[in-house]
């Protein structure tokens, strides 16, 4: 509930920061779903590929990782960050690495001047929160577990 809270948050934020970003992204041409619209700058079709990232079957969430590490080797434009970031970040892949994903982002989470700081910035939210989720989730496993084993010894 509270990641989609958030995407819905980040997709109101950036829709109207998104006016100025008109034309082609600085990166060149941007990120776009084969058959899908053409994003209006680097925010928008930033969106657009966190959406189509996290519906990706494992296969080929794989082949889109390497895909973008392999893009972000060869250039480490902000762009090519954010996107590398998000793959990183999806939850339950097998190269998931929230705490690389945090240290990718970062330089442009502390540059509030950065074109994409509010992108950065909100999927460093999403990182925190999924790490905070996944820590909820141990402790409380942790508590059934207990409360297991308390049941099975009090017979």
């Not at 109101?12 to 058959?35: H, N």
């Not at 480490?76 to 960050?81: A, G, K, M």
């Not at 460093?124 to 508590?143: F, M, T, V």
Request: proline share 6%; aromatic share 6%.
């Amino acid at each position: 509930m509270r990641n989609l809270t958030l995407l819905m948050i980040l997709v109101a934020a950036l829709s109207g920061g998104c006016a100025g970003l008109r034309g082609l992204p600085a990166t060149g041409e941007p990120w776009v779903k084969p058959g899908g619209p053409r994003p209006a700058g680097d925010s928008e079709s930033l969106l657009m590929y966190f959406e189509y990232v996290r519906k990706l079957p494992a296969p080929e969430l794989v082949k889109e990782h390497e895909m973008t590490r392999e893009s972000y080797v060869k250039s480490h434009s902000d762009f090519n960050r954010v996107r590398y970031a998000m793959v990183l970040a999806v939850p339950g892949s097998a190269f998931n690495d929230e705490a690389r994903a945090l240290e990718e982002i970062d330089p442009l989470v502390k540059n509030a001047d950065a074109p994409l700081h509010g992108v950065a910035y909100l999927l460093n939210l999403q990182i925190q929160d999924q790490r905070h989720d996944q820590s909820l989730q141990r402790k409380l496993d942790a508590l059934k577990s207990l409360e297991k084993s308390l049941i099975e010894r009090g017979r």
